[in-house]
């Protein structure tokens, strides 16, 4: 595969995300369109929560959903090791 392939940032495949305790002023920029390109031709969007290493950030600022899908995957191992070893 050639290496310029590889690296090329993807519209479909970008996160944008406004992180500010004010949901008015998170509104008023999300007004603001932007594009990936000069040419605006690959237009972005915004999105309530992005994921980054591993980590699920929200715009608000909070770490909630990071934090239930971290507790709901650890449900489901311990759900599954009772399963396995029986107690």
């Given at each position: 595969m050639d290496q310029t392939k590889k690296n090329?940032?993807?519209?479909?495949?970008t996160n944008v995300l406004v992180i500010h305790s004010k949901p008015e002023l998170r509104k008023e920029i999300k007004k603001i369109p932007l594009y990936l390109d000069r040419n605006k031709t690959e237009k972005l969007e915004?999105?309530?929560?992005?994921?980054l290493l591993g980590v699920t950030?929200?715009?608000?600022g909070t770490f909630h959903k990071h934090i239930n899908e971290v507790i709901k995957t650890a449900q489901g191992r311990i759900k599954q090791l009772y399963r396995f070893t029986g107690h």
């Amino acid at each position: 595969m050639d290496q310029t392939k590889k690296n090329q940032i993807r519209a479909k495949k970008t996160n944008v995300l406004v992180i500010h305790s004010k949901p008015e002023l998170r509104k008023e920029i999300k007004k603001i369109p932007l594009y990936l390109d000069r040419n605006k031709t690959e237009k972005l969007e915004y999105t309530q929560h992005a994921k980054l290493l591993g980590v699920t950030f929200s715009e608000t600022g909070t770490f909630h959903k990071h934090i239930n899908e971290v507790i709901k995957t650890a449900q489901g191992r311990i759900k599954q090791l009772y399963r396995f070893t029986g107690h």
